[in-house]
Nanobody
Framework: QVQLVESGGGLVQPGGSLRLSCAASGFIFSIYTMDWYRQAPGNQRELVAT???????TYADSVKGRFTISRDNAKNTVYLQMNSLKPEDTAVYYCTAPQLETWGQGTQVTVPS
């Protein structure tokens, strides 16, 4: 049973930081690309960051220089370190293994204006 469980969201003031975690199970985590997406009400779900099995990363322009995706294969966990948070970062954040077409339940990040 493939399962992804996001955690670490919360309310943070502008300029603050959060670290999101996504715990994976039910597949060989180390060989899969992992993504973070986010979705705000009325918006499309957008790709925020990607980390591939070899460790290379890609970021949306809107978060470059502020967010860092990483993974710990020994813990079957992918992280999203979010710094210098802005109100426009407010969304539900989801992780996915895109090849498996599987999503977690999401974790809410709120950055008030």
């Amino acid at each position: 049973q493939v399962q992804l469980v996001e955690s670490g969201g919360g309310l943070v003031q502008p300029g603050g930081s959060l670290r999101l975690s996504c715990a994976a199970s039910g597949f060989i985590f180390s060989i899969y690309t992992m993504d973070w997406y986010r979705q705000a009400p009325g918006n499309q779900r957008e790709l925020v960051a990607t980390i591939r099995a070899g460790g290379s990363t890609t970021y949306a322009d809107s978060v470059k220089g502020r967010f860092t995706i990483s993974r710990d294969n020994a813990k079957n966990t992918v992280y999203l370190q979010m710094n210098s948070l802005k109100p426009e970062d407010t969304a539900v954040y989801y992780c996915t293994a895109p090849q498996l077409e599987t999503w977690g339940q999401g974790t809410q990040v709120t950055v008030p204006s």
